[in-house]
């Protein structure tokens, strides 16, 4: 049986498919462009990638016939910004946030009962919900609108954004969201009302007496198990988090080794306790330790951790992962993950041991498997 | 004796609207004509018929991209946002990338 997995990088989203053996390169598309993010929707085989093309801005490509050929789609618009509007001046930047899109930051797809519906996280902040599979998308206004978010911070960027949309396989109405910076944000009834869902987070970074505000935490990148929904996975600017009650409340993993900074995370979709990590020196160094790739994995929730290694370049390797750039598939034995000196591993067993599939690449932002509805 | 009427068609000058070679193969923009007396009536009317153009010259709340640059008979505009900079009737308008994007 073939396995796919795509990954976008600075200069093109590339295929790969695994056969009954090795991985590798079956198809490049969008060749020198900035391919900053891609979505494989279960439900019908649809891929979305995101471009930003720099001088002309982002745009979405969207392919039904397996990434052969592509058609440009909508790119998310902010509505006008109303001319009575006095945006207050974000007190962590000095200036008011952007009120049009600067990035596509995470693309989901909805529910399996929703046929048509995505979901698009964005800097500055604004997440986007289309109806018909991308021909068309709207603002959710009831977050956009809420007075915290204009509160929210960039997180390493300009402007706040949102970069992970968790869809609850349970319900499709109930989704969780993360921001940078502004914490993580949950609706139960399909974004018509919201609730920040960050208690428990530490901001390291914040003045003592605000560490534990929800709306400043710098979540890097939160994932949702499939099995188990009510856990989630949080990589955050200072360490790890994780809950158990569907982000009502965190808690800290402490004392992660060789450290807790870094941006990637996944969890097995059938096993909730668990997960994958990439660390990284924190935070304004950001690169493996001892210039050494390696891996954590929890099998406990978080107990302990296993710094894996085999496969993985052990001596002056550079390779900084991406929030989007690790990933695993269905069966939760494949993962995959590439780093921003465009270097690309698997693993078919967990991440014991890891197999180099390129060293070659661009710049990678994000890989992610198709997996089956 | 027949009666003629000599009907001459009349041809109002109007500005003329040029592209970047590099957008072309992201999206056709042919150069040709555009009504209007400000560059914002004469985008308007440009993209007006290549809507996915639009898109790609101003961003999201009508404003010149950050990285594309417009010039009107030689001289740079002054009003990015507005798009409010004056266009004669026989004007050439060129919509051109700023270096400062070209990064990559």
């Known amino acids: 049986m073939k396995v796919r997995c795509h990954v976008a990088t600075r200069k093109g989203l590339f295929t790969l498919e695994r056969g009954d053996s090795n991985w590798s390169i079956k198809q490049a598309s969008f060749l020198g462009d900035n391919c900053t993010l891609v979505l494989h929707d279960p439900r019908n085989g649809n891929l979305v990638a995101a471009l930003n093309h720099g001088h002309f801005g982002i745009k979405l490509h969207r392919s039904r016939d397996g990434g052969i050929t592509w058609n440009e789609i909508t790119t998310p618009k902010y509505p006008e910004k109303p001319s009575d509007y006095v945006p207050k001046v974000n007190p962590m930047q000095g200036k008011p946030a952007e009120w049009s899109l600067k990035l596509v930051w995470s693309m989901a797809a909805g529910g399996g009962n929703e046929p048509g519906v995505l979901w698009c996280g964005t800097l500055p902040g604004g997440l986007f919900q289309s109806k018909d599979e991308g021909d068309s998308w709207e603002l959710n206004r009831p977050l956009w609108d809420d007075p915290l978010r204009e509160q929210w911070f960039g997180g390493g960027a300009e402007q706040p954004g949102i970069h992970s949309v968790c869809v609850d396989p349970r319900d499709s109405r109930h989704l969780t969201v993360g921001v940078s910076c502004g914490g993580v944000w949950t609706t139960r009834d399909g974004g018509a009302n919201w609730q920040i869902t960050a208690k428990g987070m530490r901001a390291e970074y914040m003045p003592p007496e605000l560490q534990f505000e929800p709306n400043a935490q710098d979540p890097h990148m939160i994932v949702q198990c499939r099995s188990n929904p009510d856990v989630l996975w949080a990589q955050h600017h200072n360490g790890i988090f994780r809950s158990v009650d569907a982000a009502s409340s965190w808690t800290e993993i402490s004392n992660v080794k060789p450290a807790a900074f870094g941006f990637a995370v996944a969890v097995h979709p059938a096993d909730p306790k668990t997960a994958w990590f990439v660390p990284a020196t924190k935070d304004e160094k950001r690169y493996p330790l001892e210039g050494r790739v390696v891996v954590n994995r929890t099998k406990d929730g978080g107990e302990t951790f296993e710094t894996l290694s085999a496969g993985l370049p052990q001596i002056h390797a550079y390779d900084l992962v991406y929030r989007h750039a690790l990933d695993i598939d269905d069966t939760g034995d494949c993962l995959m993950f590439g780093s921003t000196t465009g270097s690309l591993w698997a693993s078919a067993n967990g991440g014991n041991s890891w197999e180099t599939l390129s060293s070659n690449l661009p710049p990678i932002y994000a890989v992610r498997f198709e997996k089956p509805n | ?104």
């Open chain 2, 1 to 104: 004796m027949p009666f003629f009427v000599f009907v001459i068609p009349l041809r109002f000058p109007m500005p003329t609207v040029r592209f970047t070679r590099n957008i072309q193969r992201h999206v056709a923009c042919p150069t040709r004509e555009a009504a209007g007396t400000t560059l914002r009536e004469v985008l308007d009317c440009y993209f007006s018929s290549n809507e996915q153009a639009r898109g790609y010259v101003l961003d999201d709340q009508g404003r010149l991209r950050g990285h594309m640059a417009v010039f009107i008979d030689g001289r740079q505009i002054d009003d990015r946002d507005s798009l409010s900079d004056a266009v004669g009737t026989e004007a050439v308008v060129d919509v051109v990338q700023a270096l400062s994007g070209g990064r990559r």
